[in-house]
């Protein structure tokens, strides 16, 4: 399947949702091994429909213009308390101020990570946002098409979902 | 030398600041919007600016623009996940020194600084 990207026709491009799926995968490896010294692993992708995910702390934040969706990194709780030890030193017992501001850190980055990456010109990028609650769902549109990517790591399992807007009319 | 870290992110403030540490820099302030960085940069002697793009209150952009407004000429970095073409551009006419852009490691950082500092 091919996302046409809302650009002008003399430079219109198709891009699969893979290519697209790839870069999220790749940049959120980066922003790990740089950021938190942590080796990743891809273990599951997946598709939106029949799928629900539960998580503690998501970061979403929203791109527009070229290309249109959301990004959301979900994170258990357990593992967003060890990424917060590793840069202040001691370890959160609840969803701190800190564990937010992370979050919202690794989601800002994954996502503008991604944005260059793609090399596509247009792109805007919202503001991240977090959302924190224990057991929290985040749902997307039922038009969207969505890609899951189930990351584990030593200190925990996280997910990245992308949701795409399908273009106009196709 | 005193190194003014500014960066709505508090947790971005530890780690640029941990990252400091590591090349000896000990000596530091910190700013969590625009203002807060102007009025820190006005108010202390500092030697070297290291500033995020997207903040409450001013901008990155707003505290280059202020401080090269007084006649300084301390280094200013830029810290941010805003690399397109335009923008780098605009941070250097503004009076930017170099540009550093998330993700990075210490070691990134460490090589940002050294061009400017010698400890």
């Not at chain 1, 609650?133 to 997307?140: A, D, E, L, T």
């Not at chain 2, 990134?108 to 010698?118: G, N, Q, S, T």
Request: aromatic fraction near 6%.
């Amino acid at each position: 399947m091919t996302v046409a990207l809302a650009t002008a026709p003399s430079e219109s491009k198709t891009h699969s949702y893979d290519s697209f799926t790839e870069t999220f995968a790749s940049c959120t490896k980066k922003v790990f091994s740089t950021m938190l010294g942590w080796d990743i692993v891809l273990a599951e992708r997946a598709k939106r429909l029949g799928f629900l995910s539960k998580y503690d702390v998501s970061g979403i934040i929203g791109f527009s213009g070229a290309v249109r969706g959301t990004l959301v990194v979900s994170c258990a709780a357990e593992m967003t308390y060890t990424a917060v030890e590793s840069f202040l030193g001691s370890k959160p017992t609840e969803i701190t101020d800190d564990v937010v501001d992370l979050v919202g850190e690794l989601t800002n980055m994954i996502g503008g990570s991604s944005k260059d990456r793609l090399g596509i010109s247009g792109i805007e990028l919202g503001l991240p946002a977090v959302v924190s609650g224990i057991g929290h769902r985040v749902s997307f549109q039922p038009s969207a098409h969505v890609e899951i990517l189930h990351f584990v790591c030593d200190a925990g399992p996280f997910t990245i979902e992308i949701g795409f807007s399908k273009p106009n009319g196709k | 030398m005193k190194v003014l870290v500014a960066d709505d992110s508090g947790v971005m403030r530890k780690i640029i600041i941990r990252a400091l540490n590591s090349v000896g820099v000990t000596d530091t302030l910190e700013a969590a919007n625009g203002q807060e960085a102007i009025d820190a940069f006005k108010a202390n002697p500092v030697d070297m600016i290291l500033t995020d793009w997207n903040m409450p209150e001013k901008s990155g952009l707003d505290v280059v623009l202020e401080v090269r407004a007084t006649g300084s000429e301390i280094p200013i970095i830029m810290v941010t996940t805003e690399a397109q073409k335009s923008q780098v551009i605009a941070a250097i006419q503004a009076g930017v020194s170099d540009y550093l852009t998330k993700p990075f490691d210490s070691d990134d950082l460490r090589a940002k600084i050294d061009k400017f500092v010698a400890v």
